[in-house]
């Protein structure tokens, strides 16, 4: 878990936005829409992606200098090998987290979320008119917008993955070139432990790469604030910011079990009181105990807002 609920812990933007890219086991689901979560509970397969980096690691080097290198391949280009290998892999983090941060696919994901589920909610006050026009601007602005980072970081990812697959294709290829005249590539030993290792490490990289090394950053972000939060915390009560849900609907006064989030009518007005990052899973128990549709999209839609920043 990133930290305890129910606490008073402020995360920074850093942190927030290296939780963002980590794997999670929350999907947020509602009016025939789902989103990947923003802030919930780390994903238990974690581990796994780290193995995979470190087998690919290690496929590659051994690869590299036990096979290709010994077989007259220049040093320099299989070093070189090992190291492109790992930038590709972790090269979609990279521009998410660091060079291109409008791409960073589980928050786009859950903008275009968010937006959908605003073009089948009126605000309060809005008459038909009013909520077409406000819709239009929605599917013909804000939404293609989102699909366009959203479509440019796939092509980007499809385009690395290529590149790995080129990468251990060029492995393959420069061993057959070095293997004496008349022997096939597939009859040797090592010819098979080339193809076998390079295919491989292309797919572990693919698979695990990328996610351990977001789950990396995360851990390093994390610990360190967290416990700085832990050493100056002189144990005040959470300080409650409010927000107010302009979507029609029947509200509920209700809270969230960790009491994170609570919904809170006053006279005509609904309010949402959060402290301070909204978990998705908090959000999905809060509509959950909602019965309204309406009120269960305007509650969604205010709590993405504050995650969204």
């Given at each position: 878990?990133?930290?305890?609920?129910?606490?008073?812990?402020?995360?920074?933007?850093?942190?927030?936005?290296?939780?963002?890219?980590?794997?999670?086991?929350?999907?947020?689901?509602?009016?025939?829409?789902?989103?990947?979560?923003?802030?919930?509970?780390?994903?238990?397969?974690?581990?796994?992606?780290?193995?995979?980096?470190?087998?690919?690691?290690?496929?590659d080097?051994?690869?590299?200098?036990?096979?290709?290198?010994?077989?007259?391949?220049?040093?320099?280009?299989?070093?070189?090998?090992?190291?492109?290998?790992?930038?590709?892999?972790?090269c979609?983090?990279?521009?998410?987290?660091?060079?291109v941060?409008?791409?960073?696919?589980?928050?786009?994901?859950?903008?275009?979320?968010?937006?959908?589920?605003e073009?089948?909610?009126?605000?309060?006050?809005?008459?038909?008119?009013?909520?077409?026009?406000?819709?239009?601007?929605?599917?013909?602005?804000?939404?293609?917008?989102?699909?366009?980072?959203?479509?440019?970081?796939?092509?980007?990812?499809?385009?690395?993955i290529?590149?790995?697959?080129?990468?251990?294709?060029?492995k393959?290829?420069?061993?057959?070139?070095?293997?004496?005249?008349?022997?096939?590539?597939?009859?040797?030993?090592?010819?098979?432990?080339v193809?076998?290792?390079?295919?491989?490490?292309?797919?572990?990289?693919?698979?695990?790469?990328?996610?351990?090394?977001?789950?990396l950053?995360?851990?390093?972000?994390?610990?360190?604030?967290?416990?700085?939060?832990?050493r100056?915390?002189?144990?005040?009560?959470?300080?409650?910011q409010?927000?107010?849900?302009?979507?029609?609907?029947?509200?509920?006064?209700?809270?969230?079990?960790?009491?994170?989030?609570?919904?809170?009518?006053?006279?005509?007005?609904?309010?949402?009181?959060?402290?301070?990052?909204?978990?998705?899973?908090?959000?999905?128990?809060?509509?959950?105990?909602?019965?309204?549709?309406?009120?269960?999209?305007?509650?969604?839609?205010?709590?993405?807002?504050?995650?969204?920043?």
């Open positions: 878990m990133p930290y305890p609920t129910g606490t008073n812990f402020q995360p920074s933007s850093p942190y927030r936005l290296s939780w963002t890219l980590v794997p999670q086991t929350t999907t947020l689901k509602l009016s025939n829409h789902k989103t990947k979560s923003m802030y919930s509970s780390l994903s238990p397969a974690i581990p796994i992606f780290y193995i995979l980096m470190f087998i690919a690691i290690g496929l080097v051994y690869l590299a200098l036990a096979i290709l290198a010994r077989s007259g391949v220049s040093l320099a280009l299989v070093i070189g090998s090992i190291i492109a290998d790992l930038f590709l892999a972790i979609p983090f990279l521009f998410e987290g660091f060079w941060k409008d791409w960073n696919h589980v928050v786009v994901e859950n903008d275009i979320f968010r937006k959908e589920l073009c089948m909610t009126k605000k309060k006050g809005e008459d038909d008119d009013d909520f077409n026009r406000r819709k239009a601007t929605i599917l013909t602005a804000s939404i293609p917008q989102l699909k366009s980072y959203q479509r440019n970081g796939k092509i980007l990812r499809w385009f690395l290529l590149c790995i697959f080129a990468l251990a294709a060029w393959i290829y420069t061993f057959n070139k070095v293997i004496p005249p008349g022997i096939s590539i597939f009859s040797t030993v090592n010819g098979k432990i193809i076998t290792f390079s295919l491989l490490c292309a797919i572990f990289h693919i698979l695990g790469s990328e996610k351990a090394v977001a789950h950053r995360f851990y390093l972000i994390s610990k360190p604030e967290f416990k700085k939060f832990l100056t915390h002189d144990g005040a009560k959470p300080i409650y409010r927000s107010t849900i302009p979507f029609v609907g029947n509200y509920l006064d209700v809270e969230s079990q960790s009491k994170n989030v609570k919904i809170v009518n006053i006279g005509d007005l609904t309010f949402l009181d959060y402290n301070p990052v909204i978990w998705d899973n908090e959000i999905q128990e809060v509509i959950n105990k909602t019965p309204d549709e309406n009120a269960k999209r305007g509650i969604a839609i205010a709590c993405k807002e504050t995650q969204i920043v």
